[in-house]
Nanobody, 123 residues
Framework: QVQLVESGGGLVQAGDSLRPSCAAS????????VGWFRQAPGKEREFVAS????????YYADSVKGRFTISRDDAKNTVYLRMGSLKPEDTAVYYC????????????????WGQGAQVTVSS
């Protein structure tokens, strides 16, 4: 069973960039489809981005398309989320997620969750 640990969250200003990462242990990341979700206070957890096992297909929520980039380094067992042109509405806890058998597109497709990393964007 894979364990996922996020790091690299923080407090930034609007327009800044941030690149949180997700380190996997207890399993080989290369066999998992992985992705990122986020949950803002008082809101449902929502899909942000995902990348397939081979790393040749990526998927994004409309709200982050063109600003965020998901990538993976299987040699380091790590997934990254490059976040650019950050907005106050991007403020949320960001969760790493994984599933061995299906590409992540929504909460129901997730088998494993990380503990989350706070990202706060000030205006």
């Amino acid at each position: 069973q894979v364990q996922l640990v996020e790091s690299g969250g923080g407090l930034v200003q609007a327009g800044d960039s941030l690149r949180p990462s997700c380190a996997a242990s207890g399993g080989t990341l290369s066999i998992y489809h992985v992705g990122w979700f986020r949950q803002a206070p008082g809101k449902e957890r929502e899909f942000v981005a995902s990348i397939n096992r081979g790393g040749d297909s990526t998927y994004y929520a409309d709200s982050v398309k063109g600003r965020f980039t998901i990538s993976r380094d299987d040699a380091k067992n790590t997934v990254y989320l490059r976040m650019g042109s950050l907005k106050p509405e991007d403020t949320a806890v960001y969760y790493c997620a994984a599933n061995r058998f299906i590409v992540l597109t929504g909460k129901s497709s997730v088998r494993y969750w990380g503990q989350g990393a706070q990202v706060t964007v000030s205006s």
